[in-house]
């Protein structure tokens, strides 16, 4: 049964992100005042092929773990959703 892996990246909050400021800079400048701050992440979406959503989210969370984050300054987060 085939699994949808939502995952989310971001930087940790410790982590200046010279991105989103860039962004909230522009967003400012285009007469957007009300927009307090801006981060910017990373989507991706997996799918994994494995019988149970337990294997599903271990590949998911070892994936994320390891190649798509760098744990030292990123957080994830792992949504698995069953595909018909």
């Known amino acids: 049964m085939p699994y949808l892996a939502k995952i989310k990246v971001t930087l940790r909050q410790s982590i200046l992100d010279v991105q989103g400021k860039a962004v909230d800079h522009a967003l400012k400048n285009l007469g957007y005042r009300t927009v307090e ?23 998911g969370n070892e994936i994320s773990m390891k190649l798509l984050s760098n744990p030292v300054m990123e957080n994830y987060s792992l949504e698995l959703e069953h595909i018909n």
């Open 37 to 59: 701050s801006t981060r910017i992440g990373k989507y991706i979406e997996v799918t994994i092929n494995e019988e149970g959503i337990v294997e599903a989210e271990r590949i």
